[in-house]
Structure formats: structure tokens, C-alpha cells
């Protein structure tokens, strides 16, 4: 049987002064004050890493795609033509990081085009990415869903013997992206 020993010491007692009473209130006050506005700013902070985390994802990857494209371009003398399409082809929810089929990222391997050609693919991934090309240049997107997370891109063209490429930046987040294809 379970018991619990008396408390040795005198019983705490409730505040019975108006003094009391009023500086317990305003103790509690002041908690809840603080309390609320730490929360606010783990709230803030843990938007801004997260909104940092995966905006990072996107320009990571776009200079990847830009460093095969280029050693693409060393290797076979010439750009790799457009993916036929964007990766995932459908959005299915916005804000939630996707698990790619490896057969979207090589859909264009017979054609010796797009993310095949370059040799890209992502495992898991936040953004839609989208791989368009001219006979003289290329430009890749990573399109983010919402004006939150924006939509990046980058660029490059020949310039005599070699691809040149430019740096990732942030593009209009009101850009459109393209509607979801079939699979």
C-alpha cells in the first residue's frame, strides 16, 4: 500500500492580504508576458531557419545542376536539350519535402535529354524542379509553390569553347509554375 508521510513544517497558506493577493497576480503576469513572447520568438526564428533550410535546398542544388550542365557541355560539345518535363510533374502538397521516383529524373535517358543527360537527380526534395535549353544556353528553376518559399533560377550560355554560368538568384515568387502534368 502506497502512503504518503505528513510534511514536517508548518502548511503553506493561501495569500490573505490584498498586498499578497495582487503581487501574485501580477507575478503570474509577468510570467505569462515572458512566457508568450519567448514562444513568439522560437516561433519567428524557427520560421526563418526553416524558410533559410529549404531555400538553401534550392540554391544548392540549381549550382549543381549548373556544374553538370557544364561538364555536360565539356564532354559532348553541346547543351543538353530541355527535360520534358518538370520534377515531380505534380505538386501534390505544397511545404512538404517529396520523395522522387528515380524514373521521373531519367524520363528523358532515350532522348539523351534533360536531368538524364545531365546526370541530376534528388532523393527527396522540397522544390519542383524544371531544366529548359536553347542550342546556345540553359536555364534551370526550382519552384517553390508559394511566395514563401520563391522560386530560384540559373542560367548559362556559350561563350566561345565553354558554358558559361551565372549564380542562382531569386525571381519575381508571383512567377506562375507550370501546372501539374500527368505521369
Known sequence: MLWCRPMSGPEPSEPTTLRERTGLIVGLMIALVLGGGVFVLRTFVHGAFERGEKTLEA?????????????????????????????????????????????AWERDAERHA?????????????YRYEYVATADAFTARAYGGDAEWGVFEIGGRVAGDRL????????????????????
Open 164 to 183: 558559361v554560368v551565372g549564380d542562382v538568384h531569386e525571381i519575381d515568387p508571383k512567377t506562375p509554375e507550370p501546372p501539374s502534368q500527368a505521369d
Open 59 to 103: 540554391r544548392n542544388r540549381l549550382r549543381e545542376l549548373a556544374k553538370l550542365a557544364a561538364e555536360a557541355y565539356e564532354r559532348d560539345k553541346a547543351i543538353c536539350p530541355s527535360a520534358s518535363r518538370l520534377v515531380p510533374a505534380a505538386r501534390k502538397e505544397r511545404n512538404v519535402k517529396v520523395i522522387s521516383d528515380r524514373h
Open 114 to 126: 534533360g536531368f538524364a543527360c545531365l546526370g541530376f537527380s534528388i532523393d527527396s526534395h522540397y
